[in-house]
């Protein structure tokens, strides 16, 4: 089993529709991010969370730490989110990955005009 | 504009040949990671070095090698050891664990494909 387990693996939207993009993690964690990977392949860092929520224009992240869940919202969605939204967890020290990222396998998300 | 730069973007190696990718970074981070990204999977970690002149093997290093001789540099040798050399390979950078910062930022990616 995957140290950390994204959903869905694909998510087909009309424009204008809310996401939501769900992460699940085994291991204890220090930070977890969200990233942003465009068909051309180059990867942008969303967010960075410890705890609580974080919100940047249309995006929201949240993370439930006794849960070992975040989610990812995109309110009114639009054609250019269209891309792989990636979970990333920076295990703690003493895990057996180390401090280091480990990283879910990201979900692909089309959004339709 | 500080950022990392990767080269070349797109490669193409015959069996047998050793390959360098190179990657540089102009935003002063001390820390600096490969990784490899396959279809349907998540990223791996190939080698990360936390400091100059010093770097620790991932989780898939065999068929790797790396060197840090500058703080801004961090190529990676894809050799003929690698079995299945054809991927897309990811640098990133981040300034030193503690630091309070905890940015990560990756290159464009180089896309390796062996003939």
């Known amino acids: 089993k995957n140290e950390v387990e994204q959903s869905p693996q694909n998510l087909t939207a009309q424009e204008g529709e809310f996401i939501t993009i769900n992460c699940s993690y085994s291991?204890?964690?220090?930070?977890l991010h969200w990233l942003q990977q465009h068909p051309g392949g180059g990867i942008v860092s969303l967010f960075m969370?410890?705890?609580g929520k974080k919100k940047h224009g249309r995006l929201i992240a949240t993370i439930n730490i006794q849960e070992k869940h975040s989610s990812l919202h995109i309110t009114a969605s639009h054609p250019r989110d269209s891309a792989v939204y990636i979970c990333?967890?920076?295990?703690?020290?003493?895990?057996?990955?180390?401090?280091?990222?480990?990283f879910g396998e990201g979900t692909q998300l089309t959004v339709n005009p | 504009d500080g950022g990392i730069t990767q080269s070349p973007k797109y490669l193409f190696r015959k069996e047998g040949q050793n390959v360098t990718l190179s990657c540089e970074q102009n935003l002063n981070h001390d820390a600096m990671y490969w990784y490899r990204q396959d279809p349907g999977q998540g990223l791996r970690l190939i080698y990360y070095s936390q400091i100059v002149n010093d770097f620790q093997k991932g989780d898939i290093a065999e068929g790797y090698s790396v060197s840090r001789e500058k703080k801004e540099s961090f190529p990676l040798t894809v050799t003929s050891a690698q079995k299945n050399p054809t991927a897309f390979y990811l640098c990133?950078?981040?300034?030193?664990?503690?630091?309070?910062?905890?940015?990560?930022?990756f290159g464009a990616g180089s896309r390796l494909t062996v003939l």
């Open positions: 990333a967890v920076r295990v703690e020290p003493g895990e057996t990955s180390g401090s280091r990222l480990t």
């Open positions: 990133a950078s981040s300034p030193p664990d503690g630091s309070g910062a905890n940015v990560l930022t």
């Open positions: 969370l410890s705890s």
């Open positions: 291991v204890g964690i220090s930070a």
